[in-house]
């Protein structure tokens, strides 16, 4: 039995570090290729992401409007990637506010809804939780002279990953004190030192090599990164307990779904793009 768990832990092991490397080679390199690739990278990731999401509380037995929210989604990704990069002018983002309301027009004519309101509710849950942190994203990315700046998103993401790699090796290797057991059984707080003590070395390194923004601010955003991406991981935890499962998906072998992995960047990313707009 000892061995059999042993060959399942490296496989699992190999399976996640599989899925990281093709992962992380095709959204690094869609970031730094231009901004016109990282668009459709992260387009596809908030898709996949919203999906996922509705999917979840179809499980739950609410009725989220899925295809229209990751429209929605979709489409205010579009536009604040369009009006940051200067291609559309400011006055179209007024557009998202009558086509969010057509949720209500089409929940009115769902006859088999029994709580049309909860699955609006949802819809628009989906949106502010998913899509609009990837929105968010563009104004970062887009923060310093209007002018893209792959090293920015780059840069918080090499942070988030190794926030994770380090919290999951420490965790594993160390974990005893329970970090919040009622949400998240496994997290303890050795694994949160872990992945700080990584996040903060990867801030070091990325203040002296990437110059978009003054060194202290990657200081800050490894701070921003640490906590609120610790939170954003334990609502996630949360949100899937509550409707008895382990994996948000299966899009990703050995990491489980979309939101599995970019559930610490949906918290992070409303408190970084305010810290970068203001400062």
């Not at 992260?42 to 509380?57: N, R």
């Not at 929605?72 to 200067?86: H, P, R, V």
């Not at 998103?153 to 090499?158: D, E, V």
């Amino acid at each position: 039995m000892r061995s059999r768990f042993n060959i399942n832990n490296y496989s699992n092991l190999g399976q996640r570090a599989i899925t990281a490397v093709v992962g992380a080679a095709i959204v690094i390199s869609s970031i730094i290729y231009s901004d016109w690739t990282y668009f459709l990278v992260f387009a596809c990731i908030l898709g996949f992401s919203q999906m996922e999401f509705y999917k979840l509380c179809g499980l739950d037995g609410m009725l989220p409007l899925k295809s229209f929210g990751t429209f929605l989604g979709l489409l205010i990704f579009t536009l604040t990637f369009m009006i940051e990069k200067e291609q559309l002018p400011n006055e179209y983002l007024y557009l998202i506010f009558p086509i969010i309301s057509l949720t209500f027009f089409i929940k009115l004519y769902k006859k088999t809804d029994k709580k049309p309101f909860t699955g609006v509710a949802f819809t628009y849950l989906g949106i502010f939780y998913v899509a609009v942190p990837f929105s968010l994203l563009n104004l970062a990315v887009f923060s310093v002279d209007k002018v893209y700046h792959f090293e920015i998103i780059l840069g918080c993401l090499l942070i988030l990953w190794a926030s994770d790699t380090g919290a999951y090796f420490a965790g594993t290797k160390f974990g005893k004190t329970k970090l919040f057991e009622r949400v998240s059984p496994k997290k303890s707080w050795e694994g949160f030192l872990g992945g700080a003590f990584s996040a903060i070395a990867v801030a070091f390194l990325l203040a002296r090599y990437f110059q978009s923004i003054q060194d202290w601010k990657w200081l800050v955003i490894s701070g921003i990164i640490i906590i609120a991406g610790t939170y954003g991981d334990l609502i996630e935890s949360l949100f899937k307990r509550s409707i008895e499962i382990k994996d948000s998906g299966h899009g990703l072998p050995g990491h489980g779904g979309f939101m599995d992995r970019f559930d610490g960047l949906l918290l992070s990313a409303p408190f970084i793009t305010a810290f970068l707009k203001i400062f």
